[in-house]
C-alpha cells in the first residue's frame, strides 16, 4: 500500500461527452455541467475524449474553451487528440488560444497511429496525401516544437500593415510541460519520457511481457521515469473506470454491476493481433475500490489519476458517482479536494 506520506495528490475525471443526434446540445451542456460541477467538489481536473464521426465529443478543444470560460480553478484535459486527425500547427495554435484563455489550465493529451477506420474515411481526410501522411511519433515531435515555440517558417517582421511571426502565436508559456502523450506499450512509454513529455495511462495496454494487467502498466510506468529527464517526478496519471455506489440508488448499482459484467470477459486474456488487455471496471462501494486499487502494482507508483467515466450513462448517473468519487473514494486514497462549495442534490 501506498506510504501515508505519498497519498493521493490530484484527482480528475474522463468523460466521453455523449449526446443526441437530432438535439446535440442537451449533450454538450451536460458535458459543461459535469465539468462545472466537478470543479465545485474540489477535483483537480477534467479529461474529454475524443470521438470522430460518432455522437461523442469530435472536438474536445472547442468544447474545454467554453468550459474555461464557466470554470475557474479545475485543469482541463484531452484524453486524447488522435493525431491522425489533426494537422499539428493549426492544433497547436488551437491548444494556445484556448490555455491563454483558461488561464494556463489546459492539459492537451494526444496519441499516435492511423486514424480508426482509415481505409473508409482516408479519401475525406486526406484526399491527396493520405499514402504520405506520417502517422507516427514524428507527428507528436512537430506538435511539441510548435507548442514550446520552436520556428514554424523562416519569415518574420513587417509586410505591409502586418506584423508576421516566426513561431505559433498566441506562445503559450508552460504548455509545453503539459503535454501529455496517451500510450499503451513499453515504446511508447520510453518515447514520451525521451521527449518529456506526461504519461496518461488508461484501462488498456498491450501485453508484452506478461499478461497481467497491473504489471504490465508499472513495466511503462517505470521505462517512463526511466527515459524522462524528471525520472520518478515524471508525471503520470493513470485512467482506469471506477464506479462508486455509496450513495447509488438499488436501480443504479444494478445497472452499474451489468455494465461491468458485460464488459468483463474482454479482461480475461490478451484481444485481437495486437495483444491488447483491458483492467476490469471498479464496481462497489469507496472502501471496496480502494483497497482494489491499493493492491494495483501500477496505481502504488503513481500520484495521479483521472478516472474515467463509464459510457451510455444518464447525467444522475455521473453526478453520483463524481460525488461519491470527490466524498467517499477520493478521501479513502488520502486526496484532499481543492476548495469546495455546496453542491446541490441535481449536481447544480
Known amino acids: ?45 477534467a479529461w474529454l475524449r475524443h470521438r470522430h464521426l460518432q455522437y461523442g465529443i469530435s472536438s474536445p478543444v472547442a468544447v474545454l474553451a467554453a ?9 482541463l484535459g484531452t484524453a486524447v487528440i488522435p493525431l491522425g486527425w489533426e494537422n499539428p500547427l493549426r492544433l497547436a495554435e488551437d491548444l494556445a488560444t484556448v490555455d491563454i484563455l483558461s488561464g494556463g489550465r ?26 504520405a501522411e506520417d502517422f507516427g511519433h514524428d507527428r507528436v515531435a512537430r506538435l511539441l516544437d510548435f507548442v514550446r515555440g520552436a520556428p514554424a517558417t523562416d519569415f518574420s517582421g513587417v509586410e505591409g500593415f502586418e506584423v508576421f511571426s516566426d513561431r505559433v502565436q498566441p506562445h503559450a508559456s508552460g504548455l509545453g510541460r503539459r503535454l501529455w502523450y496517451g ?42 521515469r526511466a527515459r524522462h529527464p524528471d525520472g520518478d517526478r515524471a508525471r503520470v496519471s493513470q485512467g482506469l473506470v471506477v464506479i462508486p455506489t455509496d450513495s447509488a440508488t438499488p436501480e443504479q448499482r444494478a445497472k452499474y454491476e451489468a455494465y461491468a459484467a ?10 485481437g493481433p495486437a495483444r491488447m488487455m483491458f483492467a476490469p471496471d471498479l464496481v462497489g462501494t469507496s472502501v471496496e475500490i480502494a483497497e ?56 447544480r
Open 262 to 271: 458485460e464488459r468483463t470477459p474482454r479482461t480475461a486474456a490478451p484481444q
Open 1 to 45: 500500500m501506498p506510504l501515508p506520506s505519498q497519498p493521493l495528490r490530484k484527482l480528475g475525471f474522463l468523460t466521453i461527452g455523449l449526446f443526441d443526434e437530432a438535439d446535440p446540445r442537451k449533450g454538450h451542456e451536460s458535458t459543461l455541467e459535469i465539468i462545472e460541477l466537478g470543479e465545485r467538489l474540489g477535483f483537480d481536473s
Open 67 to 75: 468550459a474555461s470560460q464557466r470554470t475557474t480553478r479545475i485543469e
Open 106 to 131: 489546459l492539459n492537451p493529451g494526444v496519441s499516435v497511429g492511423p486514424p480508426m477506420h482509415f481505409d473508409r474515411v482516408r479519401g475525406a481526410l486526406y484526399p491527396d496525401t493520405a499514402d
Open 183 to 224: 500510450g499503451g506499450s513499453l515504446r511508447s512509454a520510453r518515447w514520451a519520457g525521451e521527449h518529456a513529455m506526461n504519461l496518461l495511462t488508461s484501462s488498456v495496454v498491450k501485453a508484452e511481457e506478461s499478461e497481467d494487467f497491473a504489471e504490465v502498466q508499472l513495466s511503462h510506468v517505470r521505462a517512463f
Open 292 to 347: 482494489r486499487l491499493y493492491s494495483h502494482a501500477a496505481f502504488r507508483e503513481i500520484d495521479e489519476v483521472a478516472f474515467a467515466l463509464p459510457f451510455t450513462f444518464e447525467h444522475a448517473d455521473y453526478v453520483q458517482i463524481l460525488t461519491d468519487i470527490a466524498t467517499g473514494l477520493g478521501p479513502a486514497l488520502g486526496w484532499q479536494p481543492s476548495t469546495v462549495t455546496q453542491v446541490s442534490s441535481d449536481g
